[in-house]
């Protein structure tokens, strides 16, 4: 059921914040007051549907603006953080989503991770503390001003949602248009390209957002629990797309909670943990294992 | 011990988020970000 229900959720979820149907008909944005809230996914908020604001995004607008800390944006890193954990990114993140589709396409070759995953996956906190926070704070012009360094040079969901409907609907954008909007073209087509062989590996590799809430996920109301009837199959890992060794880890930062390895575990040892509940994550054979 | 504390770190993580929140709110961050949001992000689509 939940393999049918997550992909029903995450398109109504995006759906519902990027359901500003004009700004898709007219080329313009939407610039109500639903904007001062950020949603929990990576959603550009020049997307021409965008109702909310992205995270990333606000969290450089405030950065570049001369302030050193946004209360603000962590408020909200740490509201959505602290409840979900990476649940957000498995069923709210309109990226994912599109990288989820992506991954449907029927191709010869596809494996879950790039050569270099395990050294790999820290890429994503290196581009959180060099991209979205030291050079939008520190890298400034004569005039003090920053710019959102990974919405301008990595992001490829803005390109996707916002850069290529914008330009597409506006003569003017078109013909400023250039080098920056190749490049970023051109990595949107390297991630997608990559989504089709490989399982989401903007969230894998790069994405800050996702960074940030696998800070959350050992610690999120939302967690997963393996219970003492573990037997050590490894079924969970083998349906794990995100590569994790899910009996030992279950609350991994990698987990996006797409709920794979409850579905695939023999011995119904995999269970969602309730809120607040005191139960200890790990099952008994591996803590026999780690004591001996 | 532990189970409190797997009980306790994620409220307090909420309490902590909902004063960030007010305290953003209070010191015109709100407003930071929905005036960036309203215009198009020229850098965010690629013109720069």
Known sequence: MVRKLRPLVQIGFTAVTNGYVFGFLTGKIYTGPLKTACVPGLNCYSCPGALGSCPIGALQAVLTGG?????????????????????????????????????????????????????????????????????????????????????????????????????ASSEALQAAAG???????????VTVLLAVWIYRPFCKYVCPLGAVYSFFNSIACYRYRVEDTCIRCGRCQEACQMDIRVWEKPNSPECIRCGACIQACPVHALKRDPLFSPKAPVCSNVKKKEEG | MKAKRRVILPGLLLVTGICFLAAGIYRGEAQTVWIKAIYICLECIGIG
Not at chain 1, 87 to 114: A, E, S, T, Y
Not at chain 1, 179 to 189: D, H, P, Q, R, T
């Open chain 1, 179 to 189: 080098a920056l909007f190749n490049w970023k073209v051109g990595l949107l087509i």
């Open chain 1, 67 to 167: 302030s050193r800390f946004s209360f603000y944006v962590v408020g909200f890193l740490l509201l959505f953080g602290s409840i979900f954990g990476r649940f957000i990114c498995g069923w709210l993140c309109p990226f994912g989503l599109v990288q989820d589709l992506l991954h449907k396409i029927p191709v010869p070759g596809k494996r879950k991770n790039l050569p270099g995953h395990r050294p790999l996956v820290w890429l994503k906190y290196g581009i959180l503390a060099v991209f979205v926070v030291l050079l939008p704070m520190f890298a400034v012009d004569g005039f003090g001003q920053s710019k959102p360094w990974f919405c301008q040079y990595i992001c490829p969901s803005g390109t996707l949602m916002a850069g290529i409907p914008l330009v």
